[in-house]
Nanobody, 124 residues
Framework: QVQLVESGGGWVQAGDSLKLSCAAS????????MGWFRQAPGKEREFVGR????????YYADSVKGRFTISRDNAKNTVYLQMNSLKPEDTAVYYC?????????????????WGQGTQVTVSS
């Protein structure tokens, strides 16, 4: 298995930027597609974006496309979520997740491993 630990959450104002990190354990980090999800209180966990094993391909939810960027550094076993132009509706707990699936990975059930989450709060 792989263990995931998110960090970098915090409290910011609308329009600000924040960068989240997700550190993974294990020797086979590069074998996983990595995803970012978020969940607001009382809401379903929703897909934010994903990045391929090599980092060459990314895909984002329409709600964050153009504002968020996912990257990964396989040498550091770390995936990142750069969030720009933050909006109050971005407020949520953000989770990173890992899967051995190669495509169509936009649903919660498709991911095998999850981090504990990090809180992001955006004030108006």
């Amino acid at each position: 298995q792989v263990q995931l630990v998110e960090s970098g959450g915090g409290w910011v104002q609308a329009g600000d930027s924040l960068k989240l990190s997700c550190a993974a354990s294990g020797r086979t980090f590069s074998s996983y597609t990595m995803g970012w999800f978020r969940q607001a209180p009382g809401k379903e966990r929703e897909f934010v974006g994903r990045i391929s094993r090599s980092g060459g391909r990314t895909y984002y939810a329409d709600s964050v496309k153009g504002r968020f960027t996912i990257s990964r550094d396989n040498a550091k076993n770390t995936v990142y979520l750069q969030m720009n132009s933050l909006k109050p509706e971005d407020t949520a707990v953000y989770y990173c997740a890992a899967t051995t699936r190669l495509g169509g990975t936009v649903y919660v059930y498709e991911y095998e491993y999850w981090g504990q989450g990090t809180q992001v709060t955006v004030s108006s």
